[in-house]
Structure formats: C-alpha cells, structure tokens
C-alpha cells in the first residue's frame, strides 16, 4: 500500500479502534484524537482493518507512488 494516511481530526471521536488494529501506526493524543504516527508502522492489512473499522471513517490513504516510474 502506497500514500500517506491521514486522520480528520474534525471527524474522529478518539473510540481508539485503530491503536487497537495498528498500534505502531496510530496513537491517541492528549486530546484523545488518532494521530498517525508512522504510515508504515504495522502491515498493511492491519492497517486497512484499523480504516475499516473507524466508527467515523476519520481515516484516508492519499495516493502515493505506484511504483510505475517515469517522470510527472
């Protein structure tokens, strides 16, 4: 999985469920709001269990690098 993951901080209502999926990738802040700690901090299938199990969908994957090559 490429991109960088995101938290809208708006959104989430700090349940905690993505520390529990991906622990090494998210934690709370003081204020009990996700922050992404390290994109690439567990697997990714942890990762996307921890998006799709977001009671508010807080979380993203911006679209990264495919891989493909070439120039932009």
């Known amino acids: 999985m490429s991109g960088d993951l995101t938290v ?3 959104r989430c ?3 905690g469920q993505c520390t529990f999926y991906a622990p090494n990738t998210f934690d709370l802040d003081d204020m009990d709001i996700a922050v992404v700690v390290d994109d690439h901090g567990d697997a990714d299938d942890k990762i996307q269990m921890a998006m799709t199990v977001c009671p508010t969908r807080s979380i993203a994957r911006t679209a990264g690098d495919t891989g493909q090559g070439g120039t932009p």
């Open 13 to 15: 209502m700090g349940s």
């Open 8 to 10: 809208d901080r708006d």
